[in-house]
């Protein structure tokens, strides 16, 4: 999952936050878009909504408010967001901001989510998370003792090859130029 914590004016729009969403999605606003409040869509007239003309501040929207933006209709990516709260403006500061976030923004064209998540899967493996363990078990073990020995005990050849399959998967993930922002 991944999510970003941006800071804009109430008197945005929702045209103007739709640009400020894909600046933080690393996106270019080639496809459709739109916002659900209130069960009323705004956005890209082309998609049958409102007009996005219309401020954040005149949503009616309460700290905690959550409402959808829904990008690329006909492969859709479907984004909660919501009012965390509302502060006066500081004097002097810049906005929209950007104020935290975590996790890699997927491609604009990648496929939608279903796609997305299959790269991603399919990049990384379905056990990297037991096999980086086992890798830095390995690694933890080896500057214990400062020997190499366990490298040749036959007790721990499995775990050994899953270390080897991760590191040769790693490497042919980059020789092949495969997804490395994930």
Avoid at 79 to 92: A, F, T
Avoid at 152 to 172: C, F, H, K, S, Y
Wanted: a negative charge; hydrophobic letters at 35%; glycine letters at 12%.
């Amino acid at each position: 999952m991944m999510w970003r914590r941006v800071q804009v004016l109430s008197t945005m729009t929702l045209r103007e936050f739709h640009g400020v969403l894909q600046v933080a999605m690393g996106w270019e606003g080639i496809h459709l878009y739109q916002f659900v409040i209130h069960t009323v869509r705004y956005g890209s007239w082309e998609a049958g909504a409102r007009s996005p003309a219309v401020t954040l501040g005149n949503l009616q929207l309460r700290k905690g408010s959550r409402f959808l933006y829904g990008y690329d209709l006909n492969i859709p990516w479907e984004h909660e967001v919501r009012l965390e709260e509302r502060r006066p403006v500081k004097p002097g500061a810049h906005y929209p901001a950007c104020m935290g976030g975590d996790g890699n923004c997927p491609p604009e064209d990648c496929g939608g989510p279903e796609a997305w998540m299959w790269q991603r899967d399919k990049a990384l493996g379905p056990d990297l998370h037991e096999d980086l363990a086992t890798a830095l078990e390995f690694i933890t073990e080896i500057g214990d003792t400062r020997s190499l020995a366990l490298l040749d005990d036959p007790d721990r050849a499995g775990e050994l090859q899953d270390v080897n399959r991760l590191a040769i998967g790693t490497l042919g993930r980059r020789a092949k130029g495969g997804l490395t922002h994930i």
